[in-house]
C-alpha cells in the first residue's frame, strides 16, 4: 500500500477519539500497514462507511484491493462488494462476480454465496442454475460449532440451505426432488432459520410448488462480515 495513504490518512485521524470496538481507527491503520489483514478489511470498513472515521470508499477500495492481492478471503469479498455496490465506483457486476469467485476460493462462505445469487439470476456472469446448485449444497455441508450458528455465518449457512430446498423444490438446476426439499428445510429451519420452518410447513401441507416459496433476501454485501 502507498506509504502516502498512511501518512494522509494517519494525519486525518490524529484527532479522532473514537474506537471502533477496542481501537482507533489509527490504530487499526497502523496495524493494517504491518500487513494485518483483519485490521485491514476494519479500517476498510470504517472508511467505506464513515464508521469513526471519515468515510473515504477510494481508500477503501485501495485497502481492500491489496488485502485481497495478499489472498485475504474477506478482503476480497469486501473488494467485491465495492464493485458489486458501485461504492465510490461504478457498479460493476461482472467484476464483482470474479472477486467472489476468489473469494469462495478462498473460503468465505457469504462470497459463495453472493455468487450462487448472481449464477442463479445471470448477474454479471453467464446464468448457470446447475453450479448455483452446487454452491448452495457446498454452503448448506458447511459444519459450524455450536457457538457459531447464531453468528453471521450461521444465517449464511441456513440460507444457503434454504435456497437449495427452494431450488430443489421448484426443480431449478436440476430434476425436482421433494425429499431433498423437505431435508434442507429442515436444516434451515434448526439452524433457526423462520423463514424457512415455515417454508417447510408449506411443502408438508400443500406439496412442491413451482413458484418461489417465502425466503429471506439479505443484502449480504451492506450487512455481512468486515473484519
Known sequence: MKR???????????????????????EYLESCEKGDDADCNTIGHMLRYGVDAPKDEARAREIFIASCKRQS?????????????????AVNKAAAAKIFEKACGLGEITACANLA????????????????RALYARMCATRLPPERRASWDGRVVADC???????????VGGAQDAAAAER???KACALEAEHS??????????GVSRKPPQTSRRDY???????
Open 161 to 171: 440451505c434454504n435456497n437449495l430446498a427452494n431450488l430443489y423444490e421448484r426443480g
Open 197 to 206: 420452518c415455515a417454508n417447510l410447513a408449506k411443502l408438508r401441507a400443500h
Open 221 to 227: 454485501d451492506r450487512d455481512g462480515p468486515t473484519d
Open 73 to 89: 478471503a474477506r478482503g476480497c469479498y469486501n473488494l467485491g462488494s465495492i464493485y458489486n455496490d458501485g461504492a465510490g465506483v
Open 117 to 132: 445469487g448472481m449464477l442463479l439470476d445471470g448477474t454479471g456472469v453467464a446464468e448457470d442454475p446447475e453450479r448455483a
Open 4 to 26: 502516502l495513504l498512511l501518512g494522509a490518512l494517519l494525519a486525518v485521524l490524529a484527532s479522532q477519539a473514537q474506537a471502533f470496538g477496542d481501537r482507533t481507527a489509527r
Open 184 to 186: 434442507f428445510y429442515e
